[in-house]
Nanobody
Framework: QVQLVESGGGLVQPGESLRLSCAAS????????MSWFRQAPGKDIEWVSTINNDGGTTTYTNSVKGRFTVSRDNANNMLYLHMNRLDIRDTAVYYC????????RGQGTQVTVSS
């Protein structure tokens, strides 16, 4: 079955960087559009970024444009989210998602940005 395991979260100070990883299995990763979502405390889940199957097309929510970069390694079934210039408003649990045919997310990884 589909498995998505996020890792790489942690506690960082404003302005620092993190790289999140998502290990995928149970499906043909190289054929799948993948996304990152996040959920801040007390808020609804929010879409962050999407990457198409070959990595040629990426999209971002406005609040992370220019700071976050989504990438993938299809040979190793890995999805990444490179996060630079982190802000306290980026504090959230981050989830990777296989978009279709039915959205499936992993268990998430906590990112906390605090001084």
């Amino acid at each position: 079955q589909v498995q998505l395991v996020e890792s790489g979260g942690g506690l960082v100070q404003p302005g620092e960087s993190l790289r999140l990883s998502c290990a995928a299995s149970g499906f043909t990763f190289g054929m799948a559009t993948m996304s990152w979502f996040r959920q801040a405390p007390g808020k609804d889940i929010e879409w962050v970024s999407t990457i198409n199957n070959d990595g040629g097309t990426t999209t971002y929510t406005n609040s992370v444009k220019g700071r976050f970069t989504v990438s993938r390694d299809n040979a190793n079934n890995m999805l990444y989210l490179h996060m630079n210039r982190l802000d306290i408003r980026d504090t959230a649990v981050y989830y990777c998602q296989k978009d279709r045919p039915i959205p499936i997310r992993g268990q998430g990884t906590q990112v906390t940005v605090s001084s």
